[in-house]
């Protein structure tokens, strides 16, 4: 249930702030619509998750752009606002006031000035001309300190971003990112689409939360025409959800371990997560489980066979995860590297709206399954792991935790998959223009939230995608500094952020 | 006599030059192995070396002669400690200056030419790696020389073959294995391995060798790859001598070669299976990992006192 206000411009503050103290994970998501086709002005939507399972608050404050396209910045009161007013900014040239730090974000050195990609009348085909502009990235002065450039290519298999570490010796002191570099618009190319062409856009805005995206994206759909999705739609979806975390978070404890050279654990992780994989391509005929969702409920059922294989799968997955979670506990060499490395303090993760993994190894017990519950998750008790310390360690055992838990959840799910009807999907009715929608889902990294405001015809008018990703990259600045440059990699690894939940 | 010794010495000098790459190979393959991975056959270094000696080297504009020099004087420091190594397959010959620490400093000034190469192009990558390597080198050098002594010491001697004989005449002890155990360790950090360095990573920001080298391409880089290579394989021709001192290979026998050759390849398993094992350390931590091995070879000073 959405608890709309909308307010003025000047009032966005207080009404933000009414909402902030409302909520119980803070602001989720920030961002912009160029309303001025249905009634003239410029429109600012935050919203907030409310304390009920069921509610959700959003804020729209209408700016119009002929008086003064600007808006009182939140960033003061609510530091996770900091990004998305720098995207809003960008992308629309809409000014939050006092904000201090307005540098360009998404749109680099050579995008001209003025141009505003997300607003109705710049058209998606517009050949753009090349700008040379300037890019500030913080950095540091005084005696000794130096700049390390890396990226944005890398030498390994990573998508491109670029860091600016400030150096004292091997101590990092400041980093900034330079991120958006393969930004794909995809929000700007489905607006006009119909539901069911930028189905396949939503799902592959990032491979490793193909099923997350979909599923957000699904959900806002559904709420906006209030279909009922069948049980077994629901259960299904649930077993993919948790096969799409079971196998990123297995991946990324393999892959913690080839940033501090433990071939080992690199080799089982490999391993493990290719076993995981071929299920998926078993299960939905693709290893990055893509297809599966579709608005109303799910493409495919799961035959008897496929239930089989996917209990053996975990049985064998099960065992051999906990023999190498084993060889990392008992490894002091190990423990070691992780072990206070790259801390982000509770009150950090807090005030900048980190989520997933990242919050919940900082202390914050937030998790959208257990506490918006969507979906299947309802049904089940969904334990949530969550450990205080903040470092590279506790980022580690929440995924190791979140793994167990995820395979018991799917075990809950295939036991009731059988009592449930054979109904896949409902039809989706044709939907209301000018109405807005928002789903979540939680990915192996954090809380995806989609929003979605309907056009004419079944089109779309308006798609905005929070990824986690997006809320946890801020949070590298803040854990990275104090630390030796040699353990960047780990801390990077450790927080798993995605460049193209970022580039959506 | 003269003219005899420089033959040997050159015959020794290309002989490892020319199995270096084998035995870097073989390494690799173990590790593989170990990793549960196929990895690449033994001989793929070969054609990577020849594949980089017949490329242009891309060179950077911001830097001096001494970037393209060094990469010359790493190898001719490489091959030149290979000539002069304990590799004794023919009776009767000493060769002249075949001294210890001749073949310490051939390591230190290789070393040097390449750290200066790396601030050289002014890339922070490259600044790092040889920052690094000075820091580990600091540590590692006073560790090595005080392994060797403890052989010296017991040789009177600091030639290297006045050594191998007088290990090949005593062998065992409670000192020779705390000075294999130390020499082990050296090994490790001098050939940048786990858990002093990772030569198998692709991450620029944790890295000391392959960070120094990373400018470098084409004919350049395959000669100092090569010349890492040989330098591996002396190190592990001493350690496999010196301090393994069981059925010494002195004398040209087929049981001698085929000891000499069994060692040769249990210390490339070993630091196969070591590098397996550990994962790399936090950079500040190396020091007491280097200072373990100073302490052995202290130990086995000792213990070597009659």
């Known amino acids: ?504 | 006599m003269f003219l005899d010794n420089i033959m040997v010495l050159f015959v020794k000098a290309l002989f490892l030059t020319v199995m270096a790459p084998l035995v870097a190979g073989l390494i690799k393959k173990c590790k593989a192995i170990l990793q549960n991975r196929r990895g690449p056959g033994v001989f793929q270094l070969y054609f990577d070396i020849a594949k980089w000696l017949s490329k242009d080297s891309v060179i950077s504009p911001t830097t001096s002669w001494i970037f393209k020099v060094a990469p010359f004087i790493y190898f001719a420091c490489a091959v030149g400690a290979a000539g002069l190594s304990p590799l004794i397959l023919f009776t009767g010959i000493t060769v002249w200056p075949a001294d210890l620490f001749m073949v310490l400093y051939l390591f230190v000034l290789s070393r040097f030419s390449l750290a200066l190469a790396s601030l050289d192009a002014g890339s922070a990558f490259g600044g790092m790696g040889g920052s690094r390597e000075m820091y580990i080198a600091a540590l590692v050098e006073p560790a090595l020389l005080l392994t060797m002594l403890t052989v010296a010491f017991k040789a009177h001697s600091t030639n290297i073959m006045d050594m191998t004989v007088s290990v090949a005449g005593g062998a065992g002890g409670l000192s020779v294995i705390f000075a294999a155990a130390a020499f082990f360790i050296i090994l490790l950090a001098e050939t940048g391995r786990i858990p002093v360095d990772n030569p198998d990573t692709h991450l620029e920001l944790t890295m000391v060798h392959e960070g120094m080298i990373l400018e470098y391409s084409g004919r350049r880089l395959g000669l100092i790859v090569w010349a890492s290579a040989i330098k591996q394989l002396v190190l592990i021709v001493i350690f496999s001598t010196l301090f393994l001192p069981w059925t010494p290979a002195i004398g040209g026998g087929a049981s001698q070669i085929a000891w000499f050759v069994g060692k040769i390849l249990l210390t490339a398993g070993g630091l196969a299976l070591s590098e397996t094992l550990a994962n790399k350390m936090r950079l500040f931590k190396v020091p007491g990992f280097l200072a373990v091995a100073g302490l052995l070879a202290l130990l086995a000073i000792v213990a070597g006192v009659d």
């Open chain 1, 1 to 504: 249930m959405i608890k709309n206000y909308t307010v003025s411009a000047k009032n966005l503050r207080a009404a933000a702030n009414a909402c902030y103290s409302k909520s119980k994970h803070g602001l989720l998501a920030m961002f912009a619509n160029d309303e001025r086709q249905i009634h003239g002005k410029f429109a600012i939507y935050c919203l907030f998750d409310g304390r009920n399972p069921e509610e959700m608050l959003s804020v729209k404050a209408l700016v119009d752009d002929q008086e003064a396209p600007e808006y009182p910045s939140l960033t003061p009161i609510i530091p996770a606002a900091a990004w998305f007013e720098r995207e809003i900014h960008d992308l629309f040239g809409l000014t939050a006031l006092e904000n201090k730090d307005l540098r360009p974000l998404v749109l680099h050195e050579n995008w001209p000035q003025g141009l505003y990609p997300m607003r109705k009348d710049f058209a998606v085909e517009a050949v753009v001309p090349e700008a040379h502009k300037d890019f500030p990235l913080a950095h540091a002065h005084g005696e000794g300190v130096f700049e390390v450039p890396v990226g944005p290519i890398h030498a390994g298999i990573i998508e491109p971003g670029h860091f600016r570490f400030s150096q004292a010796g091997e101590t990092t002191f400041r980093l900034d990112a330079k991120l958006f570099f393969t930004h794909r618009g995809i929000e700007k190319i489905v607006e006009g689409q119909t539901i069911e062409q930028a189905l396949f856009s939503a799902e592959r805005i990032c491979g490793a939360c193909s099923v997350s995206h979909a599923l957000s994206f699904c959900q806002t759909v559904e709420s906006i025409s209030k279909a009922i999705v069948p049980e077994r739609a629901n259960v299904i979806r649930v077993i993919v959800a948790e096969l799409e975390r079971l196998y990123n978070h297995i991946g990324d404890v393999g892959n913690l371990c080839a940033g501090l050279g433990f071939s080992v654990g690199t080799s089982h992780g490999a391993r493990l997560k290719e076993h995981l994989m071929r299920l998926n391509d078993a299960v939905t005929g693709n290893r990055f489980l893509r297809g599966m969702i579709i608005p109303g409920g799910v493409r495919y059922d799961l035959s008897g066979g496929l239930i089989e294989e996917i209990y053996k799968t975990l049985k064998r997955t099960e065992s051999d995860f906990r023999e190498v979670v084993g060889l990392l506990e008992e490894n002091d060499q190990f423990l070691d590297r992780v072990n206070t490395t790259g801390i982000l303090p509770f009150q950090a993760a807090k005030e900048l709206g980190v989520v997933g993994v990242a919050a919940r190894a900082s202390g914050v017990d937030y998790d959208l399954r257990r506490d918006k519950p969507y979906s299947g998750y309802a049904w089940i008790t969904c334990n949530v792991p969550f450990y205080r310390s903040g470092d590279v360690a506790a980022r580690l055992w929440v995924r190791v935790d979140e793994t167990l838990e995820s395979i018991r959840i799917v075990r809950q799910m295939l036991e009731r998959i059988v009592l449930t009807q054979t109904d896949l999907a409902v039809e989706i009715p044709p939907l209301e223009p000018y109405k807005a929608g928002i789903g979540w889902s939680e990915s192996a990294r954090g809380g995806n939230i989609h929003w979605l405001m309907t056009g004419k015809d079944n089109t779309i008018y308006r798609y905005f995608v929070r990824s986690a990703s997006y809320a946890n990259w801020p949070a590298l600045p803040v854990a990275v500094p104090g630390n030796i440059i040699p353990d960047f990699p780990l801390i990077n690894k450790s927080f798993e952020l995605c460049y193209a939940c970022l580039d959506r």
